[in-house]
T-cell receptor
Framework: EDKVVQSPLSLVVHEGDTVTLNCSYE??????LLWYKQEKKAPTFLFML????IEKKSGRLSSILDKKELFSILNITATQTGDSAVYLC??????????????FGQGTILTVHP | KAGVTQTPRYLIKTRGQQVTLSCSPI?????VSWYQQTPGQGLQFLFE???????NKGNFPGRFSGRQFSNSRSEMNVSTLELGDSALYLC?????????????FGPGTRLTVL
């Protein structure tokens, strides 16, 4: 069974700090790893990673994948209170077909204090 | 363009009853995925529909079923409700495929089983 483990489960920081969120996974037929930000109800898409070592960046957020060690990290620099959210990691198992099934981690609850 | 809509937003049912949730994807999106989110289990994949066919299924009992109509709208049905089915049910739509295309989530339906 596919498994995604995120750490830490919760994190409290002050504005301006840099945070690193971790996601490790076990998947039979890896296809991609995705990061989402969930603030109130619906998660919003952040990144999709398919290749090792290639950093994806969007403003103060960046993410990288290590397919050999089976993990990914999400970095947020110069955190702001608006970054407070649950960050979800998901992996896609291709399962031998063209279309994959997503398995989500528990999420990391990030709280940024002013 | 209107976002993903889900109805109803809140539901209260009793054990043994059945429930049907509805999801209307973004216009032009053909893939609809359903997720269950609970504090204990996090976000779990239920199933994905594409062109009226179930393309992927998560590890949920047969009490959970769904379907997709020709206009891509989707319904999810849960029969013989149990207390543990209390959760936020999220629907997400994407153009063709849940993983390679960005998923857009709806606001969710909060189901409470008493």
């Amino acid at each position: 069974e596919d498994k995604v483990v995120q750490s830490p489960l919760s994190l409290v920081v002050h504005e301006g700090d840099t945070v690193t969120l971790n996601c490790s996974y076990e998947v039979t037929n890896f296809r991609s790893l995705l990061w989402y930000k969930q603030e109130k109800k619906a998660p919003t898409f952040l990144f999709m990673l398919t290749s090792s070592g290639i950093e994806k960046k969007s403003g103060r957020l960046s993410s990288i994948l290590d397919k050999k060690e089976l993990f990914s990290i999400l970095n947020i620099t110069a955190t702001q209170t608006g970054d407070s959210a649950v960050y979800l990691c998901a992996v896609e198992d291709a399962g031998g077909t063209s279309y994959g099934k997503l398995t989500f981690g528990q999420g990391t609850i990030l709280t940024v204090h002013p | 363009k209107a976002g993903v809509t889900q109805t109803p937003r809140y539901l209260i049912k009793t054990r043994g009853q059945q429930v049907t949730l509805s999801c209307s994807p973004i216009s032009g999106h053909r893939s609809v995925s359903w997720y269950q989110q609970t504090p204990g289990q996090g976000l779990q994949f239920l199933f994905e529909y594409f062109s009226e066919t179930q393309r992927n299924k998560g590890n949920f009992p047969g009490r959970f079923s769904g379907r997709q109509f020709s206009n891509s709208r989707s319904e999810m049905n849960v029969s013989t409700l149990e207390l543990g089915d209390s959760a936020l049910y999220l629907c997400a739509s994407s153009l063709e495929q849940a993983s390679t295309d960005t998923q857009y989530f709806g606001p969710g339906t909060r189901l409470t089983v008493l």
